[in-house]
């Protein structure tokens, strides 16, 4: 026995036209939205590495001015303000920079680009002082008063290292939180 269909046959194709395109939307919105978490995390890298690129050639550029001139550069680290400065002074007197000295370049530490310490190569910890509310790198002609490393954190906090070498090297980015190379006092060597 056959039975006869009451509903008229443009109708039910209209619903499974529908239905398809509603799964095919549904599985676009759902690519869709698996591009974009996945380039958000991307992008939130490559911003990482911009600004710690940024940070390293500010190192590099106070080492190379100090050795070109008679001037003096200061790589100032902000705890409390989350920024960095380089600034140019003339006095030598280390422990404070006046205020009316050349400010060459200020930048910012953000959520994905975060401060955490700085450990110079005399083991001058600031994770160990309290108050501690800035670091200072200084270049003078003969390269860095101090060499050492600033462990900065990406948005997902993991470490990375500045490494700052009293040598002339260049400056560079290291992932993880790498140990340093301490100087060699002079008793100690072996010639």
Known sequence: MMRTCTVPMWISRRGYVLLEVLIVVGLMALLLSLGVISYSSLWGNRQF??????????????????????R???????????????????????????????????????????????????????REKENVTEARFYAGRSGWQYGGKVVVRDGEGNPWSILISRMVQPVRLAEGDVPILLPVKPDEMSF
């Open 49 to 70: 590495q911009q600004q710690a690129q940024e940070l390293v050639n500010l190192f590099q550029m106070a080492q190379e001015a100090a050795a070109q001139s008679d």
């Open 72 to 126: 003096r550069y200061a790589v100032v680290l902000d705890f409390v303000e989350r920024k960095y400065v380089l600034r140019q002074f003339a006095t030598l007197d280390l422990q404070s920079i006046p205020d009316d000295e050349a400010i060459i370049h200020t930048g910012y530490f953000t959520d994905r680009f975060q401060l955490d310490y700085v450990l110079y190569d005399d083991l001058e910890d600031t």
